[in-house]
């Protein structure tokens, strides 16, 4: 009797210990005590004919858990893990009490399922000969148990003539609120940056510069779901895993959108149990070199990534401008341009993932990048009145530019025993710094002669800044009922800038560089955004879904030219954006969408600063210090139909209105700094803008080895500019574009991808400069004799371009790959991007040509080893909130 009693304390010991450390989740019924959490399968899986091992099998043990919400008992995969090279498993940590259900699955084999449990039973008093150790051994031996071989059958295809059907992710996803493109297998993009990833993207257009705009307006770039300070052109294309397009952003998304959407950059994080990567390095026809890899480890609790790239840029471009002055002097002036830049960047990104216990993580990511940009853009400008030419101006200019970001991100994750609920709480960092100085030498000379009509103008400029952006955000989200959950969250956005420009003019009277004041600025600013939101969406029936919500937003902005030691503060007041989401299921693979959502732009300190630009003596920019907000409401309706296995069709109509809309606007008015007449290019709140169109995206496989998906948006953007002076009362242009991506798959590993876009006559974007200034003078602001146009009198001209690429893969056994992709852009030389822009003051047409069939050769291998054994965690809470998860957590 003692010995009986001595081994059921030591036995409870034993229970209560390890309970006190199970997951949570484990248990069975309410007030059914602490669970045993120290049972341990472990077998081998094999082939039912050749009883050899099978490498990389799924096996699950699911068990029945107790619902609180539901009251009911369901079925949770309590361990999953994949099998050794040999074909072993084990399975850790598990209750040993109840019933559980093995489940293994493996390629080309018949899944096996069957009920297993531990059958505790008291050992015989007997037994063990009054030895109480070996009662307690016999006990414990019986919550390890040995499945023995547990043999797969293998699928009665026949292997020699099967098809193989691809697992990978489609191009094109639908979510509930985005469509998701996954662009980690886009050929044409490899060795590039996130710019190129976008002309792939339906619905987005880039121009020449590589400005983004989706359905004629400026989405905000997001990187990993949240803000960034990191450009399209400092992201490599290699490390993203998808790009996800909300056109009609809910309420758990800033409202600061202004209706142009959000562009969400997902970047690739394996979190597969072992380790795997790769390199990448090419070479392009102008000598560019680039290069990158990547790196994910994942042992127990740690998840481990890291990815850099370095690439070099070698960049040419052409453009002219025909000006027409409408003064009374009339005149003409013709410019051209051509532009080298060379320079290099890189980018290293670090990441964290911490699986604290199973039902909570803490995250870290961090991003690195740096580089510099060295640009020469000699010019000719040459000046005619009444059809005579009077005089031409040589124009030299060389700048460079340099920035260095820091990016970083703290988060965690807590979920809750019922799935689906969780709290989550992130604080974000993003820091840039940059630097850049440009010479501008102007020499004025009369017509065929060498012979110069003035002193040259020579100025030299410095400059540096910095951008400093932190984001802290907690967002809850709770399914109430099976039908029905609550989002709610609060989010704070602090953004520090700070700009130092100086230019030095040269004076022949001192006969050195003399500080030019009115050229010259120092300013800093401080942009604040405070939010939170609330969603509920229900269910009704089996048929209707609804999303309803509402998001409180507030924000100031505080500025100060230091150099005039003023500073001006515009505080915008609470405002409420409601947002509803209305889905109907006609049946297994269509639905319909309504949705409705309200959107601000606020005006930026650049926007609003009265500092004037003095670079081109001739245009002006300033800021307005009386725009309002720009508020506008949104209206989609959506119908989504997979009318065929890896076959997709959807079809959008939208309507966006826009009220105070702010645009660039021009008038005429005395240059300060010269005396003479001078076009100012500034911004206004024009009375309103309206936009509606159709956008038609389908997805289809047309042979076997031919993937087609085309898109096609017709749209009409309308400008109402009734209330600026000298503005007109409208303008107005209906327009589309269309893009195509053939994917071909070949026999042998051979892939081909042939892309092309088509863009209609176009109304300019409301907030572009006519001819993108990003290209040539990054670092020095705009030479002599750079025009911006208003966009309220504007368009662009249509332009198309086509892209290729061919591409070889290797496969080698043990999961090791290889691939070597040859691309082109523009291989037909078709990219022009032609803007005319007309004013009161000007009529004025340019064209610009930038990088033009332009070939790159790009190699990238790739290794490493998803082994099971690797790591010892065997709850697989953390990730999923209580669902599966295929590695084990």
């Not at 003692?2 to 309410?30: D, E, H, N, Y």
């Not at 602090?494 to 420009?501: L, Q």
């Not at 572009?768 to 040539?776: L, Q, S, Y």
């Amino acid at each position: 009797m003692k010995i009986r009693v001595w081994c059921l304390l030591v036995t409870a010991f034993i229970s209560g210990s390890i309970a006190a450390q199970r997951p949570a989740g484990m248990g069975g019924r309410p007030g059914s005590g602490q669970q045993m959490n120290m049972g341990h399968f472990y077998g081998k899986v094999v082939d039912s004919k050749t009883n050899k091992g099978i490498d990389g099998a799924t096996v699950q043990l699911l068990g029945s858990r107790f619902d609180t919400v539901t009251r009911k008992a369901k079925d949770v995969a309590l361990a999953t893990v994949l099998t050794q090279g040999n074909g072993d498993f084990s399975l850790e940590n598990l209750p040993v009490f109840g019933k559980f259900t093995l489940r293994v699955t493996a390629i080309n084999y018949t899944d096996y399922s069957n009920p297993i449990s531990f059958n505790l039973k008291r050992p015989a008093e007997g037994d063990g000969g009054g030895d109480p150790s070996q009662r307690m051994q016999q006990m414990l031996s019986m919550v390890d148990k040995d499945l023995g071989n547990i043999k797969l059958e293998p699928s009665e295809t026949n292997l020699a003539n099967v098809t193989v059907t691809s697992t990978a992710k489609q191009f094109f996803e639908m979510g509930v609120d985005r469509k998701i493109f996954n662009v980690d297998k886009n050929i044409v993009s490899t060795g590039q940056t996130a710019t190129e990833v976008m002309k792939q993207i339906p619905s987005v257009n880039v121009d020449i510069d590589g400005n983004v705009t989706l359905r004629n307006a400026s989405p905000q770039l997001f990187v990993d779901g949240r803000p960034t300070t990191l450009t399209l052109d400092q992201i490599p294309a290699d490390i993203i895993e998808k790009v996800e397009l909300i056109t009609n952003p809910s309420a758990k998304y800033d409202a600061s959108s202004g209706g142009g959407g959000i562009l969400n950059i997902i970047l690739k994080k394996n979190k597969k149990a072992g380790y795997n990567g790769g390199i990448r390095a090419g070479i392009d026809s102008r000598g560019r070199l680039n290069g990158g890899g990547d790196l994910n480890y994942r042992e127990g609790k740690i998840n481990f990534t890291l990815a850099g790239m370095y690439g070099g840029r070698k960049s040419k471009s052409t453009s002219f401008t025909d000006r027409q002055n409408l003064s009374s002097d009339g005149a003409f002036i013709h410019q051209e341009i051509n532009g080298v830049s060379k320079g290099r960047f890189y980018f290293i990104r670090p990441g964290l993932d911490y699986f604290i216990d199973n039902r909570n993580t803490l995250s870290a990511n961090f991003s690195i990048a740096n580089g510099r940009f060295d640009n020469d853009q000699p010019q000719r400008i040459d000046s005619s009145f009444a059809g005579v030419l009077s005089n031409y101006n040589q124009i030299t200019s060389v700048s460079s530019f340099n920035f260095n970001n820091f990016g970083g991100q703290l988060g965690f994750r807590h979920n809750f025993e019922k799935d689906g609920h969780n709290i989550t709480a992130d604080v974000n960092y993003n820091s840039s710094t940059n630097g850049n100085n440009a010479v501008l030498n102007t020499y004025t000379y009369f017509p065929g002669s060498s012979t110069q009509v003035k002193q040259p103008a020579l100025q030299n400029t410095y400059g540096d800044g910095y951008n400093r952006f932190w984001t802290v955000q907690a967002d809850y989200e709770n399914p109430i009922t099976e039908n029905s959950k609550l989002e709610a969250g609060v989010r704070a956005a602090i953004r520090n800038f700070g700009s130092n420009n100086q230019q030095y003019r040269f004076d022949t009277t001192a006969g050195d560089y003399v500080f030019n004041a009115l050229a010259s600025n120092r300013y800093t600013f401080n942009d604040q955004v405070y939010a939170a939101y609330l969603t509920y969406s229900f269910k009704l029936g089996t048929r209707w879904n609804y999303q309803l919500g509402i998001r409180a937003e507030s924000s100031n902005y505080t500025g100060k030219l230091l150099d005039r030691d003023t500073s001006f503060k515009v505080d915008f007041p609470v405002n409420l954006f409601p947002t509803a989401f209305v889905t109907y299921k006609l049946s297994n693979a269509q639905d319909l969408q309504l949705n409705y959502t309200r959107k601000v732009n606020r005006p930026s300190f650049f926007q609003l600063t009265p500092i004037v630009d003095y670079n081109d003596p001739q245009n002006l920019n300033v800021g307005n210090a009386g725009l309002k907000p720009e508020f506008t409401d949104v209206l989609e309706f959506n119908y989504n139909n997979a009318y065929a296995k890896g076959a997709n069709f959807l079809a959008s109509a939208y309507f966006r209105y826009a009220s105070n809309l702010i645009t660039r606007y021009q008038y005429q008015d005395i240059n300060l700094q010269t005396g003479d007449s001078a076009v100012y290019n500034t911004y206004a709140n024009a009375s309103n803008s309206s936009t509606y169109g159709l956008e038609l995206t389908n997805r289809n496989t047309v042979l076997k080895i031919w993937d087609l998906s085309l898109n096609l948006n017709l749209y009409n953007a309308k400008i109402n500019t009734g209330n600026l002076k000298d503005a007109g009362t409208s303008n107005e242009q209906f327009s589309w574009f269309a893009k195509m991506n053939n994917n071909f798959k070949l026999p042998k590993g051979y892939s081909i991808q042939f892309s092309g876009n088509y863009q209609a006559k176009t109304v300019l974007p409301p907030n572009a400069d006519g001819g993108g200034r990003r290209g040539g003078n990054r670092g020095g602001g705009p030479g002599f004799g750079e025009i911006n146009a208003g966009t309220a009198q504007g368009y662009i001209k249509p332009r198309y371009s086509f892209d290729m690429a061919v591409k070889k893969d290797w496969t080698w056994k043990g999961g090791n790959s290889a691939s070597v992709t040859l691309s082109v852009n523009d291989i037909f030389r078709t990219e022009l991007y032609k803007v005319h822009s007309e004013s009161a003051f000007m009529i004025q047409d340019s064209q610009r040509r930038r990088d033009p069939q332009v070939v790159k050769l790009n190699f990238s291998y790739r290794f490493g080893k998803f082994d099971a054994s690797l790591f010892k965690r065997k709850n697989n809470k953390a990730d999923q909130g209580g669902g599966m998860d295929m590695m084990g957590n």
